[in-house]
């Protein structure tokens, strides 16, 4: 897809969430870039300005996009779908949220789409997309900032080198092969998956992570593989705890993994 045609699609998807998502949200807003550093970071900038109302950030090329622990996510157009989401929430506990969000965006794209805790989407042991969360004070307003990057077309394959820890990458996947049959562009999983999602984090704000635990267990990419922390730890991927944290079976019992501590790939 060419670039007019890739940016014309996103502003007929961006028009399609905003009439689904703003009845619910007074002052949401949608907004199209054709390239930028970040939506992320983006959005960032703008909280330290002041900026809390809730908006969408589609971007049809991102330059220097950032996924967990630093990594990058480069997005070309059309072949990608890239996005960030800024809502003020205002839940009893933010623990499980990056979960919440990947379980709402697995079931809005595949069947057979499952999560790598904490933040990937995968199928069949590839990787489709990540997902990061951060969050911005904004006055009496805590934003929430939900970056999500999918990949639409085939991407190319990925250096076969593997990481500090000698894990290879996992291979990396696109929608139009995970999904023949559903014919999307990028603004078409965009109008599918952006709507549920912004209900999603409806329930999570009113529930917290509880009512998304059996959900995130049947997508459970991980549960009963033999897994790899970044620290060196290594043992048995175990479930999720309540507040969403990783269950770790290892040498020295059962523990408790949180979020932010470590990254976590098969052996």
Do not use: Y
């Amino acid at each position: 897809m060419n670039t007019a045609r890739a940016l014309a699609d996103l502003h007929s998807a961006a028009e399609a969430v905003w009439q689904a998502v703003a009845p619910g949200w007074p002052g949401f807003a949608v907004e199209v870039l054709p390239t930028i550093d970040s939506t992320n970071t983006e959005l960032m900038r703008r909280a330290r300005q002041g900026q809390a109302d809730p908006v969408l950030l589609v971007a049809l090329e991102q330059t220097a996009g950032r996924g967990r622990r630093g990594r990058g996510w480069v997005s070309e157009p059309g072949a990608s779908l890239t996005f960030s989401l800024g809502l003020p929430l205002r839940p009893a506990s933010w623990s499980g949220l990056s979960l919440a969000v990947g379980v709402s965006l697995a079931e809005s794209l595949h069947p057979e789409v499952r999560l790598k805790w904490p933040n990937d989407l995968w199928w069949q042991d590839r990787k489709l997309g990540g997902i990061l969360v951060e969050t911005a004070n904004v006055g009496t307003e805590r934003l929430a900032i939900i970056g999500v990057g999918l990949n639409v077309e085939p991407p190319p394959p990925l250096p076969a080198e593997p990481d500090a820890q000698g894990v290879a990458p996992m291979p990396p996947v696109g929608l139009q092969t995970v999904a023949p049959a559903a014919g999307l562009s990028a603004g078409g999983w965009l109008v599918r998956a952006l709507p549920p999602l912004v209900r999603d984090l409806v329930a999570f704000e009113r529930e917290g992570f509880a009512p998304f635990a059996a959900r995130f267990e049947a997508r459970d990419a991980l549960r009963g593989r033999a897994v790899r922390l970044s620290d060196g730890q290594e043992g048995v991927a175990d479930g999720v705890r309540a507040d969403g944290a990783l269950w770790l079976r290892g040498a020295a019992g059962r523990v408790a993994v949180v979020q932010h501590e470590v990254s976590v790939r098969p052996c």
